[in-house]
């Protein structure tokens, strides 16, 4: 595709639900970042792929939290107990090698009730 | 760890005004990131600064990094309703670092 699409663009989850975000990102792009940005704020890191190794995870805020891309393309962000505090839009970005060329998808507004 | 502190977070202006956006990080920056977003879509990139006292144009808008490399700015001249978003600045943590720190952003609302 033409740029990082991410899907849902939308999703409603009820507290304590399972949710999976999915990032498709540009094809031969090697890096790959998820990011959280809550309302008003700008986004914060999660964790970081380079092809299928995931290399920085520092930022995921809990266990609940879990991320994967088995074949070093598409990648998916799995929230585990969705709680309240979980809402906010995850961005995927990804890039040929260094953050200076990443592209971010649209994002996945996550609410939770 | 890094903090990028922007500043005004928000800004109102009528249109054809100039305005400026300042960036203000609590370390040295090894990288400045300028990005754009529009509600409700994803960021787009619009200027990346390296060097000590370096400045980059793109049509009418200017980012500059000061010599010290912590704080930066964004300058629109003759603003348009086109320019209007949230403008976030980004930097690398650290020299190498794939992961970037952003400031909490500005909005920038452009009257007609």
């Known amino acids: 595709g033409a740029g990082v699409s991410q899907s849902p663009r939308y999703k409603v989850a009820k507290r304590g639900q399972d949710v999976a975000l999915r990032c498709d990102p540009i094809s031969g792009h090697v890096s790959l970042f998820w990011y959280q940005q809550a309302l008003g704020q700008g986004p914060e890191f999660l964790t970081y792929f380079q092809n299928e190794a995931q290399l920085d995870k520092s930022g995921l805020p809990s266990d609940r939290f879990f991320a994967e891309r088995p074949e070093g393309s598409v990648s998916t962000l799995k929230i585990q107990r969705t709680q309240q505090e979980d809402s906010a839009v995850y961005l995927c970005?990804?890039?040929?090698?260094?953050?200076?060329?990443?592209?971010f998808g649209q994002g996945t507004r996550l609410t939770v009730v | 760890s890094q903090e990028l502190e922007q500043s005004p977070q928000s800004l109102i202006v009528q249109e054809g005004k100039n305005l400026t956006i300042n960036c203000t990080s609590s370390?040295?920056?090894?990288?400045l990131y300028w990005y754009k977003q529009k509600y409700g879509e994803g960021l787009i990139f619009l200027m990346m600064l390296q060097k000590g006292g370096e400045e980059k144009s793109h049509e009418k808008i200017t980012a500059k990094l000061d010599e010290k490399k912590q704080q930066s700015s964004l300058h629109i001249t003759a603003s348009q309703p086109s320019h209007a978003g949230i403008y976030l600045c980004g930097a690398s943590p650290g020299e190498g670092a794939q992961k970037l720190v952003f400031g909490q952003g500005t909005r920038l609302t452009i009257n007609p």
């Open positions: 970005a990804s890039s040929s090698g260094t953050v200076t060329e990443a592209f």
């Open positions: 370390k040295t920056l090894y990288g």
